[in-house]
């Protein structure tokens, strides 16, 4: 599996489509699934043609005071994923990442970001979550 990627998992009550994590530059390949971009701004240097986007669920990032404060920072992404997780519960992350869980519940999903390092991004965060780890 390539770098930067998560694989299946499985959830309460069966088996979750698989999930996985890249960087919204990289080629789309063919097993990516539904392609849904989860940051909350357009990505530069991208455009909307290129990207073979099926959604670009913005409303489920996190908000731009905890995006600020990450800064992609490795030494905080631990803390940032406990406020992210926090973030998700209000009413319009929650509607968004029950879309996300609905679209993973239906066949692959590949959550797409443009963060250097997917391996701390939000996007790693949601397909967490989405196959069931710690704070769902």
């Given at each position: 599996?390539?770098?930067?990627?998560?694989?299946?998992?499985?959830?309460?009550?069966?088996?979750?489509?698989?999930?996985?994590?890249?960087?919204?530059?990289?080629?789309?390949?063919?097993?990516?699934?539904?392609?849904?971009?989860?940051?909350?701004?357009?990505?530069?240097?991208?455009?909307?043609?290129?990207?073979?986007?099926?959604?670009?669920?913005?409303?489920?990032?996190?908000?731009?005071?905890?995006?600020?404060?990450?800064?992609?920072?490795?030494?905080?992404?631990?803390?940032?994923?406990?406020?992210?997780?926090?973030?998700?519960?209000?009413?319009?992350?929650?509607?968004?990442?029950?879309?996300?869980?609905?679209?993973?519940?239906?066949?692959?999903?590949?959550?797409?970001?443009?963060a250097k390092r997917s391996d701390i991004s939000?996007?790693?965060?949601?397909?967490?979550?989405?196959?069931?780890?710690?704070?769902?």
């Open positions: 599996m390539a770098a930067g990627m998560t694989g299946a998992g499985t959830r309460k009550g069966g088996l979750m489509a698989q999930v996985r994590v890249r960087r919204i530059y990289d080629e789309r390949e063919g097993d990516d699934g539904q392609r849904v971009l989860v940051d909350r701004l357009w990505p530069r240097g991208i455009s909307k043609e290129k990207v073979h986007l099926d959604e670009w669920c913005k409303e489920v990032a996190p908000s731009t005071d905890l995006r600020k404060w990450y800064g992609h920072d490795p030494d905080r992404y631990e803390e940032f994923a406990r406020r992210y997780r926090a973030e998700l519960k209000d009413a319009e992350h929650a509607a968004a990442f029950g879309g996300l869980r609905e679209r993973a519940e239906h066949g692959p999903v590949t959550l797409l970001t443009a939000e996007a790693a965060v949601l397909a967490d979550l989405l196959k069931g780890g710690a704070g769902e």
